[in-house]
């Protein structure tokens, strides 16, 4: 699909000098693409924020030793 848009010329010579002049679409459809998969990313984020509860977590009282029993348990498996 064709799409028409509009930029400055120093944004056009910036663009060639990355891409060159023959690969302004791919090197375009290449960002937008990293743009896009960013913004879904923080859909995700953002639609995750708040769904871990403040407590009632096994980790709690003392975190630290969670972490280290979460990687003794780690180390036994890959064993």
Not at 5 to 16: K, N, R, S, W
Not at 56 to 70: I, L, S, T
């Amino acid at each position: 699909m064709r799409l028409h848009i509009a930029l400055d010329d120093d944004l056009v010579a910036e663009l060639d000098r990355r891409a060159g002049p023959r690969q302004r679409s791919a090197f375009i459809a290449e960002l937008i693409q990293r743009g896009l998969d960013d913004e879904r990313r923080w859909d995700d984020i953002e639609a995750a924020l708040g769904g871990i509860s403040d407590t009632g977590h096994d980790w709690d009282d003392d975190p630290a030793e969670w972490v280290r029993r979460q990687r003794r348990g780690d180390r036994r498996r890959s064993g």
